[in-house]
């Protein structure tokens, strides 16, 4: 479970967004829309905000994500306050997030455990090699196999899926494409919103996808 407090709790939900809002606002310092000290002071309060003071400022505005963004102002200077959620719309946030804490997740969590099992019946299989036992056909006794060989096509199906699932883990893609994804927002102040959107999803170790609505 520990392994994956960081990904699947409410904690790991408000962090993560709040990462995804200060990768944006790192992308337009490097951009010169903002300064260093600007994407600087977002950035610390993307580490200090704390689900419980999201979840009251929700409970007060009743929107998730403005509720967000009003809490990490909080922490910042007049100066920085206008470059959080800078040309961004709410799910740009939610769905990048979501798609950093399932890769997280996948590659921190599941696919350790998976791995382990995989290694157990990778033993397993080796060990009972030459163990007899019953073939089976419809049911009936057949003629014989071993044990290993039976727990072999669990080898070979479980490796499938953990290949699986990384590639999946591994394709998940985010979003900072704005309002229905048609780049309006940040084409008004940057030369190219795509570029942009690029930058970002990097700075969190994720790729655009093609299209977003």
Sequence with gaps: RA??????????????????EAAATRVLARLGVCSE??????????EVVTPEEVAAEEARIHHNIRALVNSMKAHVSDAAKPYIH????SFDVIDTATAWRLKHAAHHGVLPALEELERVLIALARREAETL?????????AVPITFGFAIAEYVSRLGGRIEAIRAAADDLRGKISGAVGAYNA???MIDDP???????LAEVGLEPSPIST
């Design 186 to 188: 940040s084409s008004v």
């Design 194 to 200: 795509e570029e942009f959107e690029r930058q970002v």
């Design 3 to 20: 392994l994956l407090d960081d990904y699947v709790t409410e904690r790991a939900r408000v962090r993560s967004e709040a990462m995804v």
């Design 133 to 141: 036992q019953v073939g089976r056909t419809h049911g009936q006794h």
């Design 37 to 46: 000290a600007v994407a600087d002071e977002v950035a610390h309060a993307a």
């Design 86 to 89: 800078f040309t961004l719309t």
